[in-house]
């Protein structure tokens, strides 16, 4: 019992408190309930323009960083997994080393080669050095998914005369899904959450909902401020869910027929 | 069979070389007086030298270190007690455990916006005080968000850290072979043995892994301290931030050799912290 009321004072009271805030921009002390209002909404409704655009771009940056980062890690994984090498150990150390060391390290010093390759202020510059930070992440889903799933149906399905990539396709994919699924969520979230890099290496003309949100906070218009966390806290709900549900469906047709 | 292995890795060593290694030396370089924007120039240790002799620098890094230290420690005993406390309800009420998404997905900004409503001396904290009778006044209510030791920066590392360790730990608890326990109970170990014998040691690696993630995330980050920083000392990474920004390009070497010492400071914590947690378990085991 003393657990649930615990739980729910750290993560449902938060959620309370944005909501009446997104319902009470006036909410001033020392009222303890505020008085209705929608302003916010209204504010939204009026000039939809911004708030759109801005949730367009990072939903747009994060699933392309989800992307890249799959595709930067699937043969690496792989090889990590079931090879052995002089120095595995230290190249694994050295491959995590971008989600542990502080991001302003390389990145201050990467925005400097990105101004003067043209990269800077672009949102595929935006996607390369997310992809930086959040790769570690899906390496290591990915690897631990390929240890999991072992080499004996690849080899059974190559003796059998299946060519590399029908392999990979029928055989590897579909046991893969799950930790792919596990991997792209965490890498979708540090993108979509990240407000220094998208701010340092899109310069400002890339928008971003952490953007958005940022100004809001800090200046007196918190009714908004809360009413646009919530939507921040929906939106990646919603792609877990449907993720789910995807994820439910496709092995339900696979293995049932 | 070489071959193979190089082949496999390139699609992560090329984009690591070209932005990861790229990026780092470049930072290298320029704190080294080579490859400002002004144009090449010569190289010095000048910069780390003025570091040295800087006591802003000092204060900043001892803010930074005891808000990591502080919150990352705190993350992962409430994630800990939580992960237990869930762990000893029927499996159909750990379900409630889910709740603690809510913190995962929240990004730091947000976090950090929460805190500020919640304990800002005119915050939700502050009025419920006034309407109960406990302050008179918002001056009464402590000022939590300038102490100056980064009390709010805690705050709101602690609501992103706490689910980050439950997640973590949990994994582990949750799989965890009950018959262990059982046979320790037989062999007559009160409760307390059971979790200091048989129960935290399989809990340590992944405390670990969430202490030091937490630990270097929360020192190198800028987002919460941008928002619930106080400008003196500042953390670490808002010093090089202003440097960056806000004064002219002659000061930029100087942010990037605080930022070379960042890199240098979190690699060699991270490499000393995992021997330093392995040789433990070594050595626990052996006993």
């Not at chain 2, 704190?31 to 120039?41: A, D, I, K, R, Y």
């Not at chain 2, 930022?259 to 240098?264: D, R």
């Given at each position: 019992m003393p657990t649930i009321i615990v739980l729910a004072l750290l993560f449902l009271l938060p959620v309370v408190v944005l909501i009446l805030q997104a319902g009470a921009p006036g909410w001033r002390f020392p009222e303890l309930m505020p008085e209705l209002s929608f302003d916010g909404l209204r504010f939204l409704a009026a000039r939809p323009g911004p708030f759109l655009t801005a949730l367009a771009s990072s939903l747009g940056y994060s699933l392309a960083t989800v992307a890249l980062t799959l595709a930067m890690t699937i043969l690496p994984a792989q090889v990590l997994a079931f090879r052995s090498f002089p120095g595995k150990n230290l190249l694994e150390g050295l491959l995590l080393l971008p989600a542990l060391v502080p991001a302003m390290t390389f990145s201050m010093g990467l925005h400097f080669i990105f101004i003067k390759i043209g990269l800077a202020d672009t949102t595929p510059g935006v996607i390369l050095v997310l992809a930086m930070i959040a790769y570690p992440y899906m390496l290591r889903a990915l690897t631990t998914g390929y240890m999991l799933m072992g080499r004996e149906y690849a080899v059974c399905a190559r003796n059998l005369g299946a060519p590399a990539w029908r392999v990979f396709l029928d055989v590897e994919l579909p046991q893969l899904l799950p930790a792919m699924a596990a991997g792209a969520s965490v890498v979708f979230l540090v993108a979509f959450s990240e407000y220094f890099l998208v701010f340092l290496i899109g310069g400002g003309s890339v928008a971003s909902f952490t953007g958005y949100l940022f100004p809001l906070i800090t200046s007196s218009n918190r009714g908004l401020g809360a009413l646009v966390t919530l939507v921040f806290l929906t939106v990646p709900i919603l792609l877990f869910i449907a993720l789910e549900l995807g994820l439910y469906r496709y092995h339900r047709k696979r293995w049932m027929g | 069979m070489k071959r193979g292995i190089v082949h496999g890795l390139l699609p992560l060593l090329l984009p690591y070389c070209a932005l990861f290694c790229a990026g780092l030396a470049l930072t290298l370089a320029q704190?080294?007086?080579?490859?400002?924007?002004?144009?090449?120039?010569e190289i010095t240790a000048g910069y780390y030298q003025n570091l040295i002799q800087d006591q802003g620098v000092k204060l900043s890094l001892g803010l930074s270190l005891s808000v990591a230290f502080l919150s990352a420690a705190g993350s992962v005993l409430g994630g800990t007690i939580l992960a237990l406390a869930l762990w000893r309800m029927p499996p159909g009420l750990r379900r409630i455990g889910v709740v603690s998404k809510v913190g995962l997905i929240l990004p730091h900004v947000a976090a950090a916006f929460l805190v500020l409503l919640m304990f800002s001396q005119t915050g939700l904290v502050s009025s419920l005080l006034f309407q109960t009778g406990i302050i008179a006044s918002p001056e009464e209510f402590p000022n939590i968000l300038h102490t100056g030791n980064g009390l709010g920066m805690i705050l709101a590392f602690l609501l992103k850290g706490v689910p980050f360790s439950l997640l973590l730990i949990g994994a582990v608890l949750f799989g965890f072979d009950i018959r262990l326990i059982q046979t320790a109970r037989m062999l007559g170990a009160g409760p307390w043995r059971v979790f200091w014998s048989v129960i935290l040691p399989r809990l340590l690696p992944a405390m670990h892994s969430a202490f030091i993630i937490l630990f270097l995330y929360a020192f190198g980050s800028f987002d919460i301290p941008f928002v619930l920083g106080e400008s003196h000392p500042g953390m670490l990474s808002i010093r090089?931030?202003?440097?960056?920004?806000?004064?002219?390009?002659?000061?930029?070497?100087?942010?990037?050799?605080?930022?070379?010492?960042?890199?240098?400071?979190?690699?060699?914590?991270?490499?000393?912290?995992?021997?330093?947690?392995?040789?433990?378990?070594?050595?626990?085991?052996?006993?």
């Open positions: - | 704190s080294l007086g080579l490859f400002l924007p002004l144009g090449p120039g090089v931030f202003d440097i960056f920004f806000q004064r002219d390009l002659v000061q930029r070497p100087q942010a990037m050799a605080i930022l070379t010492l960042m890199f240098v400071f979190a690699a060699v914590f991270a490499m000393l912290y995992n021997r330093f947690a392995a040789y433990l378990d070594g050595w626990r085991r052996k006993l």
